[in-house]
Structures are given as C-alpha cells and as structure tokens.
C-alpha cells in the first residue's frame, strides 16, 4: 500500500472503480455481496497506546480477516522500515505475512485501515480475482474493501491541516467516498457518523453527490429535465436513421425494431439493455437492482 506524497483529488480512476464493481459482483454473486451487510464498527479495530503492540495488531488482523470470512488464514503481522505503509506476501496460506510500515507503532489509530487492504488482498488472492496491471489491482482492492464495510476506515485515515496532510490507499478521497456511496445505497447504511476526520466527511459527501449522478441519467425515470430532453432528441434520431446513436454518453440506441437501449446499471454498473417502449421497470440480472425507466 501507497504511502505519502501531495494527495490526489477528484475522479481519475472512476471507470476502474465502475470495472472493480461490476467485477465484484461477477465473481461473488449477489448473495455473497450481500453476505457483507454489516460494516467493520469502530469498536472492532479500537486500538490504544497503552494496549500491548503485538497482541493489539494480531487482535485488529483477526477481526478483519472474520469479516472477510477467512475462517482458517492466519495473518501474521509485523513492523519494519519500509516506504510503502504496508504489504503482503501473497503465498499459498494459510499463513500470511504482512509486514506495517514502522510509523505505525505510535500510529495506531490507522492500523485498521491498513489491515483491511492488505487482508483484501488475500481475500481477492484466494478468490483469483486480481487485475493484471498493478495499479488496476489496487484500486480493484480499495474498491472491494470499501465495498465490503471496510473501506470507511481507509477514507478515515485521510486528514490535512495546515502543515500536513495524510491519506492511505489508492483511491482518492472522493472515489472512496463514490463507494461508500454506493455501499450505502445498497444496503441501507449511513457511513457518515463513523468519521472522526472532517475532511474524509467532506469527501464522502462529493463522492455522494457523484454517486446520486449515476442514479439520473435517462432512461431512469430519476433524469432531470435537460436529460429526458436530450434523451428524445437522440431517440429520435435513432429511429430516423436506423443506426447506433449517440456515440459517447450515457446510453445508446441500437436495433431498429424494436429500438432498444443500453445503459449503466447504477448499482453493479453493468449495461443493461431493454427495447424501447415507454415506461419500463427493469431488473439487473447481476444486481438486482429494480430500476425504473422512461424509454
Ligand atoms: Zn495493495
Ligand atoms: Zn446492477
């Protein structure tokens, strides 16, 4: 896991995280997904200074690898100098190492945060669900911790003031924030009281509105106005023209009779693809999500 550096903002990696969702959803299952309806509290990797180093990281490993549902991995824990913050050999197991970046020792409040993407790891490791380029892989990673229950932890350990400014993991605040959104729909949770860090609530925020973004766009009956408008204009050309339209954006038309649409589920974010033929309600096969449409 990255460590240091300015800290990035915004949304570069979002189609990779939109990749990282669908993919979750292929290789799990809805059930399984759902099977992570409770997030990682507090009180699970509640870690102080005057609890004993070694017993007190073995404790927060051990919970975590319990609610990625690990039974028998054993996580092994240790402290060096490294630049990285954390990292973990992927080996056959049961046994798995990971090694924290010596800062922690005195940091503990951000122990959790870094157990839960290096225990992600071994979760995506023995489930063969891994990206080959190095950076898709981590935000495959961050992605799947957060949508899990895990993440809010990683959003956490983002905090600036004046003089410094700290944040683990791949993603930046706000993609952090975009999942947890995302999370939170799904399963009817309100992340936001978890924060203690104003800025990681600030992110969180941005990253919602984004999410809410996703849940609006034509067809779902959700679009706005200068949305629905656009979305006739192009339906129309469609039909008059007999050929895919439009080239970018959110949905296409495709197939002369019937006219049928594509377009982004805003749950698991695969494409969806209906006829055309006024108000719908569909059901992502992959999600389950019901959605409500006006082609
Ligand atoms: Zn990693
Ligand atoms: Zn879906």
Redesign the pocket.
């Known amino acids: 896991m990255a460590d240091g550096g300015p800290v990035e903002h915004g949304f570069p990696h979002l189609d990779t995280v939109r990749s990282a969702l669908t993919a979750l ?1 292929r290789r799990l299952s809805y059930d399984t997904v759902h099977a992570f309806a409770t997030s990682v509290v507090p009180a699970d990797v509640a870690f102080s200074d005057q609890d004993d180093l070694h017993l007190g990281v073995q404790r927060v490993a051990r919970e975590l690898v319990r609610h990625f549902r690990l039974p028998d991995a054993r996580v092994i824990v240790s402290f060096r100098e490294m630049t990285h913050a954390a990292n973990v050999e992927l080996a056959a197991g049961p046994e798995y190492f990971i090694e924290l970046n010596d800062r922690f020792r005195t940091h503990r409040r951000d122990i959790g945060a870094a157990l839960a993407h290096e225990v992600m790891h071994v979760y995506l490791h023995r489930l063969d669900l891994t990206c080959p380029d190095t950076w898709d892989n981590e935000v495959l990673t961050d992605t799947a911790t957060t949508y899990l229950g895990a993440g809010w932890l990683l959003l956490d350990a983002f905090r600036e003031d004046d003089v410094s400014s700290q944040k683990l993991g791949y993603l930046t605040p706000e993609e952090f924030g975009y999942v947890l959104a995302k999370r939170a729909d799904a399963f009817g949770e309100d992340p936001s009281i978890w924060f203690t860090s104003p800025q990681a609530y600030t992110a969180y925020t941005k990253g919602r509105a984004m999410a809410q973004r996703d849940a609006q766009q034509p067809p779902l009956t959700a679009a706005g106005w200068a949305g629905r408008r656009r979305y006739a204009k192009d339906r129309r050309y469609s039909q008059e023209h007999g050929t895919p339209y439009p080239p970018s954006g959110p949905y296409i038309f495709d197939g002369r009779s019937p006219l049928r649409v594509s377009f982004t ?1 805003p ?4 494409r ?1 693809r209906i006829p055309v033929r006024g108000r719908v309600r569909a059901r ?1 096969g ?4 019901v959605l409500e449409c006006d082609t």
């Open positions: 959803y589920c749950t698991c974010q695969q969806i992502c992959l999600c389950r999500t």
